[in-house]
T-cell receptor, first 116, second 112 residues
Framework: NAGVMQNPRHLVRRRGQEARLRCSPM?????VYWYRQLPEEGLKFMVY????????ESGMPKERFSAEFPKEGPSILRIQQVVRGDSAAYFC??????????????FGAGTRLSVL | DQQVKQNSPSLSVQEGRISILNCDYT??????FLWYKKYPAEGPTFLIS?????DKNEDGRFTVFLNKSAKHLSLHIVPSQPGDSAVYFC???????????FGPGTSLSVIP
């Protein structure tokens, strides 16, 4: 029973490049959440998706960031034209409908993005 | 502005003793609270939760206490074990299915 899989674990990009972070939820989970953690800070909510739908993107920056969770395949967090301030750990979490109703989320190990 | 605060960045406790981790919040609309634990190089793991209709919830060695009037909650771990050494995040949401707001975390070290 695989957990939430995120890849890559580490990603290095130069300023202006695009970063694509992937998240495969646990089997049977249709709810996906993305969080960002800056050094010495807690996790900041970015976006909540269900299959093919964005439910809540109130924590997502308005520009350069987008997220999707297609019918088939992993959820993707895309950051265009990265800047140094985007350097952070990005965590994905998934949940089943029952667990989502109790905000119980299962986290991946994260992707550490470094922007040079 | 931090809606969920954990004012102690770190805490050291002797094995076998009680660990008390504190959390304060500012948003009076928060109605549901959770604690997550995180080991290095791993994602957070759900530990325990409490809704505002309760003031205490217990699960084995872990107990969460909620004081809604003071906007304060705490996590008690008794007895503390070296394997409990981790970063503990307090989190809150307006409902049990609304977006979760995390605190900055408290790093707990349990000394054998």
């Amino acid at each position: 029973n695989a957990g939430v899989m995120q890849n890559p674990r580490h990603l290095v990009r130069r300023r202006g490049q695009e970063a694509r972070l992937r998240c495969s939820p646990m089997k049977g989970h249709s709810h996906v959440y993305w969080y960002r953690q800056l050094p010495e800070e807690g996790l900041k909510f970015m976006v909540y998706l269900q299959k093919e739908n964005i439910i809540d993107e109130s924590g997502m920056p308005k520009e350069r960031f987008s997220a999707e969770f297609p019918k088939e395949g992993p959820s993707i967090l895309r950051i265009q034209q990265v800047v140094r301030g985007d350097s952070a750990a990005y965590f994905c979490a998934s949940s089943s409908s029952i667990r989502a109703a109790k905000n119980i989320q299962y986290f991946g190990a994260g992707t550490r993005l470094s922007v040079l | 502005d931090q809606q969920v605060k954990q004012n102690s960045p770190s805490l050291s406790v002797q094995e076998g003793r009680i660990s008390i981790l504190n959390c304060d919040y500012t948003n009076s609309m928060f109605d549901y609270f959770l604690w997550y634990k995180k080991y290095p190089a791993e994602g957070p793991t759900f530990l325990i939760s409490i809704s505002s209709i309760k003031d205490k919830n217990e699960d084995g060695r872990f107990t969460v206490f909620l004081n809604k009037s003071a906007k304060h909650l705490s996590l008690h771990i008794v007895p503390s074990q070296p394997g409990d050494s981790a970063v503990y995040f307090c989190a809150a949401s307006e409902t049990s299915y609304d977006k979760v707001i995390f605190g900055p975390g408290t790093s707990l070290s349990v000394i054998p």
